[in-house]
């Protein structure tokens, strides 16, 4: 592959729905440019970016990957996203890394939840886009409908530039109009080949209401286009494309192609309007970042001149390779070999084996220019988000807001002996990807996982295994329980031991009496003439904050009261600091029963956005999980609903949102209050943990 320059290149990410066709259409367009030798199939596994044995096997993208597509003297950078919202880190990654997006939609479907969100990506970082209308050959495709969903639920601007001849079985062209010509797909068509006739004329109806649409809605982001239209002027095609290519750069114009990539259809005309029609990186507003240490904002040129700048936006781990590290340039070029500095971490790496990827496939390339996308295997201390520059120049980007995770479950390992294990390789899979995260739960015993969806958290358990060989099972986070104290008691706690040589002694009186919720513990020396001397005061209270970890409900630690010493006695020679702690945690035991303990839980407060269509049945899932609904109000053009739901009963409830939603309620939660749980709960929660403690025991 030849060494392009930064005005050659084009930095696109396929972005939408889940299935939405994306993978096959990379493949396609690689294909068709004729820079991969093969067209490859999601179904038979050979598609160029779905190729991880994960994605082979499931039929689905799991990681973002690159392809390259040769054309037109232009290097176009594909980036391959998943749909699925458990993936959906890799979709921002990839939107992030890209000047540019293709947008595609199902001709079936319309505009789903996925293809939403990756809208939203695309809005946040302000990437000129375009859509596809894919599967134009499938049963039920409809173009208008599909078009009329993109007006109504993503924008108003979207505008075709083709339209198909036929759908579904008859699907077998598309008329371009800019070149107001008609392509004809040939049976047998295996690279996008076609043959170009005038517009049908059964077709010129539509051919001229489209075509004046397209002009008009381009002259109208122009003034002196539009007052050269309105004076009954021809707009020349470069002029206007052009002109589509300003508008698309200020978000005033999306323009619709429509195809079927598993035939090539409308491959060819995809590939010539992303290298017209998407700018360059030279073309992009520059970045912002900030110098190391003395955080002094700078802006960065995508020019070769600037100091070399580079964001990891993904790093995988290869079965015989390691660590494959995707980076883009933002700021000056870099060469095979070259040590580069990653300030943050203090680490110098040497790119080795500099590399441009096509699917699994990486060529060694002895150059790489500002703005464009490289491969590096085997750094040793660099991972997703990090910034790479020089030692000279230390500089660092704003990092990818990476989704937070929405869902928790517990690991554990199947063989005793494995917990390192599988700490190092949950560690080593957060670097990999920023929207898993991981934690030691001391108070649970528990290890916790938190991922964007079910699918996600078996994928990383799938790679714990495969990578690390550590096999763990999913489970249910524990919750962690209090209990606390409502009525008031007083007694006595005696330790005392007589066994030959010197005693034990220790004797206290304590009185115990709530605190409202939110207080803690409390410690009152109320003693007098010292009938305990005061140097094994707080031995005493050492033995009830121990004590108090196991209350006298189910053993949860007890919370919210207060202790008050009152009385002791002592003895000259036995007397030590020991035996006073036992007299503590002897009282604290004899007392806590009497004084009506019940047990608390943690109630979580929660908001949930969602169309209003599901509203209802969101605040009915929410009361049947004990929530207590405490408002709703109108934000955009969701409806969020705000709870209290007790955490026990949110178990993947990410889960039941998104199919109540279908797909498109979100939520966040963060924990509120503990409030006494019910009896009937409470009694079987007493059960559940008595089960443990035996199960323990074994
Ligand atoms: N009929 C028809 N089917 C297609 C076409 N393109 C893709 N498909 C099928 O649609 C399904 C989804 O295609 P993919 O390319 O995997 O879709 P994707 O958008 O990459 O899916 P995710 O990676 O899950 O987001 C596969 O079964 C493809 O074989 C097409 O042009 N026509
Ligand atoms: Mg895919």
Redesign the pocket.
Known sequence: MRIYKTGEIRNVAVV??????????VDALAFVAGTSKRHG???DGT?LT?YTADEIER???INLALAVAEWMDTKLNLI?T???LDFTGDALAGVWAADGAVV?VSATAGVEVGTEKVWDYCEQRRVPRMFFV??M??EHADFEKVFASIKNRLTPKVIPVEIPVGEGAEFHGIINLFSKKCHLYKKGTKSGEYEEVDVPSEYQDRFTKYSQELIESIAATDDALLERYLGGEEIGRDEAIRAMKAGMARGELYPLFCG????TFGTRALLSKMVELLPSPAERPPVTAETWGKVEQITLQPDDAGPFVAQVFKTISEPHVGDVTFFRIYSGSVKNGQDVFNAPRQATEKLNHLCVAVGKERTEISELHAGDIGVVAKLRDTHTNDTLSTQARSIVLAKIPFPEPVITVSVEVKQRGEEDKLSTGLHKLHEEDPTFHHEYNAELGQTLIRGLGERHLEIVVGRLARKFGVHAIIGKPKIAYRETLRGKGEGQGKHKKQTGGRGQYGDCWIRIAPLPRGSGFEFDDQIVGGVIPRQYIPAVEKGIVEAKERGPVAGYPVVDFKVELFDGSYHDVDSNEMSFKMAGILAFRNVSPSCKPVLLEPIMEVEVWTPDEYQGAVMGDLSSRRGQILGTEPDGKLVKVKAHVPEADLDRYATSLHSITHGRGTYRQKFHTYEQVPPDVASRVVDARKKEHEEEKE
């Open positions: 939408g729905h889940g299935a939405s066709g994306k993978t096959s259409l199939s999601v179904k598609a779905d039929k689905y993208s391959d998943p749909g699925y595609v894919s599967l050959d499938k079927a990539a598993e035939q």
